[in-house]
């Protein structure tokens, strides 16, 4: 498995996630400002749009903090570091890992840009 990230960005969250799950893994370092970036087939195939964390987990390719949080949550600690996909409490386990950053962070993002 392989974590594509860059410091002061959202891989942290992949890179928590992943040593709370204690996975084995390796991280591929990404410069954002480097246009090289996009040259690498392996990332592009994970994060279409250049954008990190982006996983690669065998077949698997996937972007998005968020979703690469519950991927590792669901396919390597079912019920453990989220509820199972048929707990009853999943549904409000869902509503607020997707909370911060489909909500908040946009919010942020427009109050820093000193868009109202």
Not at 36 to 64: C, Q, T, W, Y
Not at 77 to 84: K, N, Q
Not at 106 to 114: C, F, H, I, L, Q
Request: hydrophobic share 40%.
């Amino acid at each position: 498995m392989k974590l594509f990230w860059a410091p002061m960005t959202r891989s942290q969250r992949g890179i928590w996630m992943l040593e709370e799950a204690g996975v084995d893994y390796e991280m591929e370092l990404v410069g954002l400002r480097d246009e090289n970036r996009k040259d690498s087939p392996e990332f592009l195939a994970a994060s279409p749009m250049g954008k990190v964390p982006a996983l690669v987990d065998g077949d698997i390719h996937m972007a998005e903090s968020a979703a690469i949080c519950l991927y590792v949550a669901d396919r390597y600690c079912p019920g453990m570091l989220a509820p199972a996909v048929d707990d009853p409490r999943r549904g409000q386990f869902l509503y607020w890992t997707m909370y911060t950053p489909a909500v908040v962070e946009p919010t942020m993002s427009e109050k820093v840009a000193g868009s109202e």
